[in-house]
């Protein structure tokens, strides 16, 4: 099938599958200047099915290069699936770590029986050409009190000596991550569990990442019971700081900040780049939301990835901020007035200057942001249930004496990513409007400086 003959316009600017499904971003890196952006991926599936990994490779963020499958199930240690995974990167070559999922066929709870986790190496130097599978790590080398979910490795290099976290499930169904050692990357040796009482059953995708010299540890935890202001989704995703140094100490967790406030955000994982930054990719879906069949199956594919982000460290209030990486304003084609957005397919709109009072701002006739100077808070809603595709509504509380000082929102097609305060906030949402309806921006309350660019797309060989 053609791209033409879809009933929604694919999106411009953020990576998706051509057909099928994508979920988490895996294996990011950067090897002798190309940018490699691997991702879980059912290539004929867009509800979902057996787990390959996919590869887009990119050296400006620009122009990316889709090289279909990298990976997939061809081993007994992986049948059910190549899970997610990292790469590291040594000696001009990438050391992929996954997980090999399998599944029993038989009458299993899957949580305690019925199920295997095998961490796998291979190694590429292309992203394109994999070596063989080695299996390194199997269940009964992962610690007596975790069940059978266990997964996701992440690996870094400290002072030396290699550390991998992996996400848990423990028996008494609290989430936890754990770490392993390891001084030649193949053979990993248990260290220490981390972990924070009342934090969910299950943690995924944990990534431990430094900025600026400050630890942090990513999770994707599930089973958070929601509140009006947080964990609004079935699952998070967020990051603890830290005074500790948790590769030494998994007692050592501070406050946990949730990444993103909107309905499609997920499973993100960090790298940093060859010029030192620390970029962030998360998945735009969100598994098992009652909200979780996108109209794009019609058109034979499901998700996205989030923009590439930078993570920069916030001395002041000690949090991240997420920005999108510098390249991206590469997009910018020219400067527009507000009333020709409606003859834009993409635009980003850049506004500072908010007084102090109530302001509104609707996008393409059924999404609006308003500000309530009342309850000090931001609502994000979709007031059209086809536009949102089932989504609803997301809230975001200011901190005590914050304002609203800047928003950079960046409309796709088929998504939108909002930047608030300098990224200190992030919105991420998905929505479907079918190709003849026109893009649509208006205003309300105070906005001393409003900015709107057209934007080009990305240009992409699929
Ligand atoms: C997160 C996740 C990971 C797993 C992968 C399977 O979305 O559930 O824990 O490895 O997706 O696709």
New binding site residues.
């Given amino acids: 099938m053609s791209l033409k003959d879809n009933k929604y316009l694919t999106p411009r600017f953020h990576l998706f599958p051509k057909s099928g499904w994508l ?2 971003p895996n294996g990011l890196c950067q090897l002798g200047g190309i940018h490699h952006i691997f991702f ?1 991926y059912s290539p004929d599936q867009p509800k979902g099915g057996e ?1 390959t990994w996919g590869h887009y490779s990119t050296k400006d963020f620009i122009n990316y290069e889709f090289t279909g499958v990298f990976m997939k199930p061809d081993i007994p240690e992986d049948a059910s ?1 190549v ?2 995974g990292c790469a590291y990167v040594e000696n001009d070559t990438m050391y992929i770590y996954y ?1 090999g999922n399998v599944k029993h066929a038989g009458d299993y709870d899957y949580i305690l029986d019925g199920r295997e986790s095998n961490t796998t190496l291979v190694t590429s130097e292309d992203g394109i050409n994999a070596s063989g599978k080695r299996v390194l790590l199997r269940s009964q080398n992962y610690p007596d009190s975790l069940t059978l979910h266990v ?2 490795p992440k690996v870094l290099c400290h002072d030396g000596i290699y550390y991998m976290t992996l ?1 848990a499930r423990t028996k008494k169904d609290e989430g936890c991550a754990i770490v392993f050692k390891s001084k030649d990357k193949i053979n990993w040796d248990f260290s220490h569990f981390i972990e924070k009482a009342d934090y969910g059953y299950m943690w ?2 944990p990534d431990l990442f430094y900025v600026d010299g400050k630890q942090f540890l990513s999770i ?1 935890p599930q089973g958070l019971e929601a509140q009006e202001y947080c964990f609004q989704n079935i699952y998070q995703s967020g990051y603890f700081n830290t005074d500790k140094d948790l590769l030494l100490d998994g007692q050592g967790l501070g406050e946990f900040t949730e990444w993103d406030y909107g309905f499609d955000f ?2 993100p994982q960090t790298y940093v780049d060859e010029k030192k930054r620390t970029i962030l990719i998360a ?1 735009m879906g969100m ?1 098992d939301a009652e909200y979780g069949h996108d109209a794009s199956i019609e058109d034979g594919w499901q998700h996205m990835l989030t923009l590439p982000r930078e993570l920069v460290y916030d001395s002041e209030t000690g949090k991240l901020r997420q920005l999108p990486i510098e390249e991206i304003k590469g997009l910018r084609d020219k400067k527009i007035d507000i009333k020709d957005i409606e003859d834009t397919e993409i635009y980003e709109l850049d506004l500072s200057d908010f007084g102090e009072n109530d302001f509104s701002i609707q996008l393409n006739k059924g999404f609006d942001i308003k500000f309530s100077k009342l309850k000090h808070d931001l609502v994000f809603s979709f007031t059209d249930k086809e536009l949102g595709c089932n989504r609803t509504c997301r809230k975001l509380k200011l901190a005590d004496g914050e304002r609203v000082e800047n928003m950079k929102i960046f409309v796709d097609t088929c998504s939108i990513e909002i930047f608030i305060n300098d990224g200190i906030y992030t919105y991420t949402t998905k929505y479907f409007k079918a190709k003849e309806i026109k893009n649509w921006v208006s205003f309300e309350g105070s906005i001393e400086s409003i900015k709107a660019y057209s934007l080009r797309p990305f240009n992409i060989n699929i």
């Fill in positions: 979920n988490d879980q787990k699936g899970y997610s997980t997964r996701d996400g995924e995708c994707s997920y499973a998945w598994p």
